[in-house]
């Protein structure tokens, strides 16, 4: 047996190869704030935690990704021998749509859109805080990508964040960067 690796999964593998080192590289950065000092959570403590997290399953997509070609191509010939053998029409490959009804391309696209996003709020956080940023990267996502309506978009956003602020501004006391508004 052979295997194939679709260029679909080939691309889904690069952008999720992308995402770990992105995650490694938050793993990195968290360790240089420190993990925790004094015996409480430090400001490295979540970009090591979801970094890791991040590059830990990216990694697990690479490898789905690879296992999930040698699969179908597996059925796809069983499937055509059978067909061969009774003489019936070979079935084309299954479409590969999901519940939305969105392409392998136009996923590879948002996930890559969602990539340039979060790298664009990375840069943002220094001019414009935290919790601006993060919220301005949370409503272009939903708008943009996933092509939901304005209000519900900020609704979501604006409960993202309270939450995010309550568990680490208040809860864990974990400052969160600010930028130049002082926010």
Do not use: C, H, W
């Amino acid at each position: 047996m052979t295997r194939s690796i679709t260029g679909a999964n080939l691309r889904k593998a690069v952008a999720s190869l992308i995402i770990a080192v992105i995650g490694i590289a938050a793993v990195i950065g968290g360790f240089g704030y420190g993990f925790i000092e004094d015996g409480r959570i430090a400001a490295g403590f979540l970009p090591v935690l979801v970094g890791g997290a991040m590059a830990l399953f990216a990694l697990l997509d690479v490898v789905g990704s690879f296992r999930t070609s040698e699969k179908e191509s597996t059925l796809l010939e069983t499937a055509q021998v059978e067909a061969v053998d009774t003489l019936e029409p070979a079935p084309e490959r299954e479409s590969d749509l999901d519940i939305y009804g969105r392409s392998s391309k136009q996923r590879d696209r948002m996930l890559l859109m969602v990539i340039g996003i979060m790298l664009a709020t990375v840069l943002l956080v220094p001019v414009l805080g935290f919790i601006v940023a993060f919220a301005l990267m949370l409503i272009v996502i939903a708008v943009v990508v996933e092509r939901r309506r304005l209000l519900p978009s900020i609704l979501v956003s604006a409960i993202a964040l309270a939450a995010a602020y309550g568990i680490f501004v208040l809860f864990l006391r974990v400052p969160l960067p600010t930028g130049i508004l002082g926010i």
